[in-house]
């Protein structure tokens, strides 16, 4: 009967034994790193100390092992420029005119051979106290970035919940990075300062504004020319998306610190939007549900990978390179995920160009003078032919209707 008794027991205790289910606090991730009182997260900032505190004990919760160089940890130093064309450069020395910065790093040791990076940069622009914004209003505002970059961090956290118990192929190292707003600074520090061998990170996955996954379901993908298997990997794990491919490494935000030292990067980014770097990017616009989506198909893309081994780097060519460059704007904001024939409007500027000649958001450029825009290069190509002053048509596809304005530069 003894014995009945304790494998009634056993068995009881083994019912009882709840199977590990990742968390999904996103939501809240993007509320606290987006409220107010953390006063937009300026690199060095109060706020930005607060929120990187935030991010250790939620890694500390998740029991995560540090891997800063002071626990979760890593603290640079720098002298912010004061000519737009120079190089911010780091300092040892704390003065009254240096800025201090902190990444904040966690592990998972599955005792592999390689590891993967996974970032998302949680500074942002405060109330503009080093330029950046895109507000023209005169009274001051507290810049939240709730998309840009809360979004990032909150799906990266929700990643390493899933990643505890799955996919042992590599370790992981989980990145916050400080300073992206001011020129890439806290992933640039870290590929010269890594806390793991440079030569065992594997790849580099960046999110950097997802929250704002739209209706049709587009999503940006940079960075799929970086390794040769990329390509067939998002497609082969996407059944979700729209996919907009760019195979360059190189762009504005942390992978391309990790890319320029010939690792395989991945960027991820839902398209900017008339709120990007201004006051009014806060948590309530963000797609939640889309974003948890992003999610998953990233952790689909880890697991199809996860039996890979170390994946090749391959250089790619800079897209950015052969840009022309212009002395004009229209004034608003491109919809970067719009694969259409023309150039699509997401954002109008106040008292710029555009806005006087009557263009709206949702309009697609086809013309600007004699020129035919067919797409996004297009419309540049035909933006550097005009000198400021200068006065043109632009014809604009409408719903149905083409409508053609005067513009003046």
Do not use: W
């Amino acid at each position: 009967m003894k014995q009945v008794s304790l494998l009634i027991i056993f068995l009881t205790l083994v019912a009882c034994k709840k199977e590990y289910v990742p968390e999904n606090k996103i939501k809240d991730d993007v509320m606290f790193l987006s409220d107010d009182k953390l006063e937009g997260r300026v690199t060095g900032s109060e706020g930005e100390i607060e929120a990187g505190d935030y991010i250790a004990k939620r890694f500390k919760d998740l029991e995560l092992e540090p891997k800063g160089t002071d626990g979760y940890f890593q603290t640079f130093t720098f002298k912010p420029k004061t000519d737009p064309h120079s190089e911010v450069k780091f300092t040892e020395s704390t003065t009254d005119s240096t800025i201090t910065g902190r990444n904040v790093l966690a592990y998972i040791d599955n005792d592999a051979a390689q590891t993967i990076v996974i970032g998302a940069h949680y500074d942002h622009l405060g109330y503009n106290e080093f330029g950046g914004s895109l507000y023209r209003g005169e009274e001051k505002q507290i810049h939240n970035g709730a998309d840009d970059n809360a979004s990032g961090v909150a799906v990266m956290l929700n990643l390493a919940s899933k990643l505890k118990n799955g996919n042992k192929g590599n370790n992981y190292l989980f990145m916050s990075f400080s300073g992206e707003e001011m020129g890439l600074l806290g992933s640039n520090y870290f590929v010269k300062n890594s806390t793991v061998p440079t030569d065992s990170i594997n790849y580099m996955l960046n999110m950097d504004m997802v929250g704002r996954l739209k209706a049709d379901s587009t999503l940006a993908v940079y960075g799929t020319g970086t390794s040769p298997i990329f390509k067939q990997v998002i497609t082969a794990s996407n059944d979700k998306f729209k996919l907009i491919e760019k195979e360059s490494g190189v762009g504005p935000s942390d992978h391309t610190s990790f890319y320029l030292n010939d690792i395989p990067v991945l960027h991820f980014f839902t398209g900017q939007h008339e709120d990007y770097h201004k006051p009014s990017d806060d948590f309530d616009k963000l797609n939640y549900e889309g974003m948890e989506t992003i999610s998953n198909y990233i952790y689909d893309i880890i697991t199809d990978l996860d039996d890979n081994g170390e994946l090749a780097f391959r250089k790619t060519k800079n897209e950015s390179d052969n840009a022309p460059r212009f002395k004009v704007t229209l004034g608003v904001v491109p919809d970067y995920m719009f694969d259409g024939k023309g150039m699509r409007i997401d954002g109008v500027s106040e008292d710029k160009p555009a806005q006087k000649a009557g263009l709206q958001k949702g309009d697609v450029v086809i013309q600007l003078g004699d020129l035919e825009v067919i797409d996004m290069m297009g419309y540049m190509k035909a933006l550097s032919k005009f000198e400021k002053g200068q006065t043109t048509t632009v014809k604009v596809q409408r719903g149905d209707k083409v409508v053609e304005s005067p513009v003046t530069f």
